[in-house]
């Protein structure tokens, strides 16, 4: 726990008003708690100055400025609100004396921080990313509470454009680094998945000659991160036959809302079970079971608290819905290869199959091949397709007496509620930014 003047002092600030303790920070008036610091963020099209106000009403003990204000509470100016946040950062960092521990991928970044820092967090001794902010505001945001009472952290690491990650890496500087896949996604800023294993792969380049890497056995990019890394100690895992960590025999069940997998590793065969579904899910929990292994827990105690560990929301969460039916909330957001584990989920149901899905955003050149490549595989194997978006107009071609298209989130969801029934199982799936979440909370019981 730092106080304001001490906060001043690291980011060449002036402290206007008393000093006072604080651990707890804000960027965001709408989540804002009694008794946090609220940053004034300002970016091209919002200025946080312009909510201090609200801020102060629900309860703000202090803020940070760029600019001369007139305020009631104790109040830092520095020149760059956000170059505040990394100066706190970077010097948490160069204090912190535990385990830090980053993660990156296409797929599966926030659910594998969510796993490991709940199996590290005994007597809360892990300090983890907030949310899902992974970001260059995000990454250093969710610094702001690292002190030394943690032995660990958990910091997840997101990329929209070429040299994000090393910029990260720098500033997380992990003693441990971990990457969950590489597919396709976000080729408005990176041109293909070759381009997205280069950006990735930043995060293996260790600042000392210590460092320890988990890569996915079974991506094609595998051997290329192997080489790249200056790890002492490289481990992989996955499905493949010579993963040191190999995923074997996973079995999914929707109506209890768990994935049960063997996890082979050195001389060991553990049968382990996580709350959530999905082949996905046993991947990111061998990981995190792989690094947690590394940090000194014994695997009994893993196999406990990995069963009491909670998913991020709106990933495939199982929940009940109008009608009796049954349906999976993934609407936190999509991309090529999510949507085909998510779609996978359903194989082994007997229940009439209905996904709704919103669009692939942040596809570039490729949006209009990858959406009609996903609507083929749904195709396959489910009994409806109810699609929202523009996107899906563009693929006539593949179009069948499954599919219907809607061009608003009403029109949708007034004829998905004429066909369903007790016997319905439903996915709700898209980019955040198509409001899915807005079509699955309706369906909620």
Known sequence: MMNLNQLAEISNGRLVGPSMSTNSFSIDTRTIKPGEVFI?????NFDGHEFISEAMVKGASAAVVSKSIRVDIPHIIVKDTQKFMKDIADYNRNQFKGTVIGIT???GKTSTKQILSNLLNGSDLCHKTIGNKNNQIGVPYSMLTLVDRYQYSVL???????????ILRNQVRPNIAAITNVSIGHLDGLRDTQSIAQEKGSILNFETDSGIAYLPRDSEFFDFWHQKTNAKEVFSFGLHKDSD???VNTEVDIAKNLTHFQLHFQSHREELSI?????????NASLAVAISLKCGLGIHEIKERLTSTELPE???AVTESINDSIMIDDSYNSNPVSLKNALDCLENEDKKKVCILGEMKELGLESKKLHSDVLEYANKRVDKILCLGDSWLENNSKKSDKIEVFTNHNELYEYLVSIIDQNTILLVKGSRSTRMDLIADKLKK
């Open 40 to 44: 004034a963020l300002t970016g091209n």
């Open 156 to 166: 997840e690491m997101g990329t929209s454009e070429p040299g994000e990650i090393e």
């Open 245 to 247: 960590f190999r995923v």
């Open 105 to 107: 991928g296409t797929n």
């Open 314 to 316: 709106r990933r495939l």
């Open 275 to 283: 709350n959530g579904i999905g082949m996905h899910n046993s991947l």
